[in-house]
């Protein structure tokens, strides 16, 4: 498990990517995804990205492989895009 931070330091929303490997997490069929502020989940194939407010942040936590999060109800396989105001 680690946890990636997006930053974005521009004036404006802008959608912010890395990948699995680039956080230091090994190959995996998947990640599960857990925003650490928005509370939500989500499930990736190795892209980690989201739309990161102006002069904000995303803090996510990203596992490798399955996760108990995988086994909650509900629509949880999505890329994470933080909610808009």
């Known amino acids: 498990m680690t946890r990636a931070r997006l930053f974005n330091e521009s004036d404006t929303a802008r959608p912010i990517t890395t990948t699995a490997s680039a956080?230091?997490?090994p190959a995996a069929d998947g990640y599960p995804l857990r925003d650490l502020w928005q509370h939500t989940g989500g499930r990736s194939d190795g892209a980690i990205a989201a739309t990161v407010p102006a002069h904000g942040t995303v803090?996510?936590?990203?596992?490798?492989?399955?996760?108990r999060a995988d086994r909650r109800p509900g629509p949880y396989?999505?890329?994470?895009?933080?909610?808009?105001?």
């Open 23 to 25: 956080v230091g997490l």
């Open 59 to 67: 803090l996510l936590r990203v596992r490798a492989g399955a996760d």
């Open 77 to 85: 396989r999505y890329r994470l895009r933080p909610a808009t105001a």
